[in-house]
């Protein structure tokens, strides 16, 4: 499709602003604002970001839907940079559109009170999301957008399909991948809000050297620094912010509550989906079910200390069998039970693992090369080292409990091995 019918769907009556504090003027077309306003859209606005990071940074109380504004701010940047450029000629109007409308719906079937609920035997936020933009009435705005439901739902969730075209998988990657947009949004407004250094992106000037290779994202030799700075600043963050051990545990009490609310009946998958975290509290208010007193408690901010905590080592087998929530929550009865606890005045908390993403080309002159390969500080080793860690089982008990600390921690040492 030539350029300048591609630049007209990504500017042509652009004239709606929405303003931003992170990103400053965000431009839309009145049909994506419509779908931005819209009842849907609106549960965004009443689900934090964060969760309970605002435990520790009280500044970060920002939602859903502003880092939806954020994501979509990017990927319109992005879109333009490359388009512009003539790398992506060969994509259509609606394959455009359907990007866009994609970035700023990403989230929108997103569970409450942040990632705590991950884990748990429910649907991915991504496959809800993508169910709720293929169906009314969500299917209307987007398709009123220029843009294909089933398209759209297809960047967002890998496991639909959409005909897998080569424009799909090209949007897929540019949604999900190193420089993708909502790393470059999170990192940097997580870390406003938090009032902290670590995470903020220089999204101007990587979007000046982004390029394609092999029908995904890759850089110039001159954002290649983008890359390094985009690794370390996330793990900058997950060390200081999304994995502070008073996240975690605030996190650990509200995914035992509602494991166990599910394990026994109490609750099931399909009232989870499409709650915020007003509605989500009140389901945990309005229940004589004991287990929900956590999450009352972690809302509450009576959290749980932390009473010792170890290295995980996958290569050990106990501490890879407590990467199953049940066995887990197994590991937390025996453990209360040596110590003549409550079973829910104890729980354990491991994070899940992350990547420090390096599988990015760099484009050198006339030809390509792997950062990964190029890197001295940051080869695959190095940064799977790194990632694993931060990854810290740590054990916390109900405060009240008031149990010997040194006993805890023998009993801790002869589960863990």
Known sequence: MSEISLLNALVHRFDVVVR?????DVHMDAPLHALFQSKSFMVLDRIRQLGPVALVYPGATHTRKAHSLGVYYIARRMALALVEKGEIDFVSKTGLRSFLVAALCHDIGHFPYAHSLKDLPLSRHEALAGEMIVSEPLRQYVSSCGADPEQTAAIIDPDRSAGESRETLLFRSFLSGVLDPDKIDYLTRDAFYCGVPYGIQDADYIMRRLVVHDDRLAIDLKGEMSIEALIFAKYQMYRAVYWHPTVRAATAMVRKAVYLGLAEGVLQPNS??????TSFGRLMNHSKFAPFKLAREAE??????????????????????LLDIGKRIDAESTLAQAAELPETDVVIDIPERIKLETDLMVKIDDHFEAFDQRSTLFQPETVAKVAGALRTIRVYLRPQSNPDLKKIQALVQALLG
């Open 20 to 24: 931003d504090p992170v990103w400053g």
């Open 300 to 321: 509450e901010k009576h959290i749980f200390r932390l009473a010792d905590e170890h290295a995980f080592d996958e290569e050990n087998p106990v501490h890879a069998d």
């Open 272 to 277: 989870l989906y499409g709650l915020d975290d």
